[in-house]
């Protein structure tokens, strides 16, 4: 203890590390505290870290870059936590109507989920493989990787890099934050019943998010709709390399159900949404009345939207956000999720465990903000049905949903029972989206819509060699080799995951550095490694004589 005016512990003007005085408050040294991995000027990447684990951080942080030898226009800078920088910066990184909100209550615990999209190569500024960020009261808790987009259950491959979802889990109980977080705040704890109901919302949510599926159709079109093009003939090629041998027709020929982008059907396509910030309205879309309820199996999670104009950030907004709630009986309901997306609100709702086959459940529903003084009230009625036969596979079909009379139309693509294959060289921009190096073979992404694209590396650095090496055999015969027999190796892969999947329910068993390995990363992975055979093989087998014993 000792008097003094002030002290001269604050930074001084870089790259002195003090000479500013502190006239009052409280200063905290943190002594051997080292860092690694952010090299760079502070401003950059500790900046974009901090703020991923901080993304709802109460006060702002200035801080203040004072070790030698860095250059730059700015050495000091405040940190606000990520939800601040993707709100200021969100016309100029995130695609249109985007963010979107949701409310879920999962097994009585409240969490608010927030989903962004980002234009294209515009996420890595802000995150690094995080693709579910999990916060309590504005600290992150724990992380999905991103590679749970490419999940076949969530089928967005082709978003995988562009999308975040940021949970808030702060009115969760204690205990429950207790199992469900690890304590090294980096993931999730494995074996925690909430934590795979939270996962199979999350992907329901994501899976069936409308602008998301949308924005997954644009960006597949944009990336190989030209290519497809280009290469029609392939497909009939491969149908007749199937069709010549029996096991390969039933290995591959069943189950894989791939769209075909020529073949265009028509769907309908809203008018540009704008929603308000206080609703005027928020209605039920159709009635369900205790004489026409609406029907639900036992064993089904029921679904009914409601119509609203209100903005897509509505139920998760930092200021003055709405609330909903639901309740059954007079009690709330401890297991829905509503999505919230330019107009249309969809809930989804578990029945209670007591329910029975017969029984009609009276539902009520309520919206309200800061500005009304009278909630939206919604009631309707569930009839619980028996359990529902599975209507997958080639025979299922989907009913598509409806649309305004005054709606645009746009095209969808219709079914093919064969795989598209995209040939990729170095000299084309998009190789580097899919390739890294000269000894990648082939990477595949989900079209999300019970179907494959397939790319191919026609600049594999062994392929190049066997055509220089093979003089008697034309290049392009090599090439196709590559190809097919790539492709099938592919289909192969992919059939065996799928299998797999359905024994362990879909969680990926395999990690690398903590992250879990997602399935198109294990065959980008297998493919490179055996790509330095595949040619030879395939001409030896084929040069071997048993009878004369070579």
Not at 136 to 163: C, R, T, W
Not at 305 to 324: H, I
Not at 358 to 377: H, I, K, Q, S, W
Not at 439 to 446: I, L, N, Q, R, S
């Amino acid at each position: 203890m000792f008097t003094a005016d002030n002290l001269p512990i604050l930074p001084g003007e870089y790259p002195a590390t003090f000479g500013k005085k502190f006239d009052y408050g409280t200063f905290i040294k943190l002594y051997e505290y080292q860092l690694t991995g952010f090299k760079t000027n502070i401003l950059f990447d500790f900046y974009n870290r901090l703020s991923m684990l901080l993304p709802g951080i109460a006060l702002p942080i200035r801080m203040v870059e004072r070790r030698a030898g860095y250059a730059g226009h700015s050495f000091e800078t405040t940190m606000s936590g990520l939800n601040v920088r993707l709100e200021e910066d969100k016309k100029e990184n995130l695609e249109s109507d985007f963010p979107s909100s949701s409310e879920m209550k999962i097994m009585g615990q409240n969490m608010k989920v927030l989903v962004y999209a980002f234009k294209k190569d515009k996420r890595e500024k802000y995150t690094k493989k995080e693709g579910v960020v999990f916060t309590v009261n504005g600290q992150a808790q724990g992380f999905l990787p991103q590679s749970f987009f490419e999940h076949k259950s969530v089928g967005m491959s082709y978003l995988a890099d562009s999308i975040l979802v940021i949970t808030d889990c702060s009115k969760f109980e204690r205990r429950v934050q207790e199992d469900l977080f690890m304590n090294s705040r980096d993931r999730l704890r494995d074996g925690v019943a909430i934590r795979y109901e939270i996962e199979e919302r999350l992907e329901d949510l994501i899976r069936n998010h409308p602008g998301l599926r949308a924005l997954r159709e644009q960006r597949r079109r944009d990336e190989i709709e030209d290519k497809l093009q280009d290469s029609k003939p392939v497909a009939e090629v491969l149908e007749h390399i199937i069709k010549k041998s029996p096991s390969l027709s039933k290995l591959f020929l069943q189950g894989l159900r791939i769209k075909n982008p020529f073949n265009l059907i028509t769907v309908k396509t809203k008018k540009q949404f704008k929603g308000k910030k206080f609703p005027s309205y928020f209605k039920i879309s159709k009635e369900y009345t205790i004489d026409d309820p609406k029907t639900c199996s036992i064993d089904r999670r029921f679904r009914v939207q409601f119509e609203t104009d209100a903005e897509n950030e509505y139920f998760n907004r930092d200021r003055e956000p709405g609330q909903f709630t639901i309740t059954l009986n007079g009690q709330m309901v401890k297991d829905f999720s509503l999505n919230l997306w330019n107009g249309l609100a969809s809930l989804n709702v578990t029945l209670p465990p007591d329910s029975k086959i017969g029984d009609t459940l009276l539902f009520c529903t309520e919206a309200t903000d800061n500005f009304r003084t009278v909630p939206f009230y919604n009631e309707f009625y569930i009839k619980i049905g028996p359990k529902a036969e599975s209507i997958g596979g080639p025979g299922g079909k989907r009913k598509e949903p409806s649309g305004d009379d005054d709606e645009k139309t746009r095209k969808k693509q219709a079914g093919l029972s064969l795989p598209n294959i995209i040939e990729l060289r170095k000299s084309e921009e998009r190789w580097a989206r899919h390739f890294k190096d000269e000894k990648d073979a082939m990477a595949v992404k989900d079209t999300g819509e019970n179907g494959y694209d397939f790319y191919i590396n026609m600049d594999n650095v062994f392929l190049l060699n066997e055509t220089k090496v093979d003089t008697k055999l034309d290049h392009r015969l090599l090439e196709a080799r590559f190809k097919y027999g790539m492709v099938l190796i592919g289909i192969s892969l992919l059939d065996y995951y799928e299998k797999a999947d359905k024994t362990r329910n879909n969680r990926e068993e395999q990690t690398t550095d903590g992250q879990p390995f997602s399935v198109y990363e294990q065959i980008y992975a297998m493919s490179k490694a055996i790509s330095p055979v595949l040619l030879p093989l395939i001409a030896s087998l084929g040069d071997l004589d048993i009878e004369n014993g070579e």
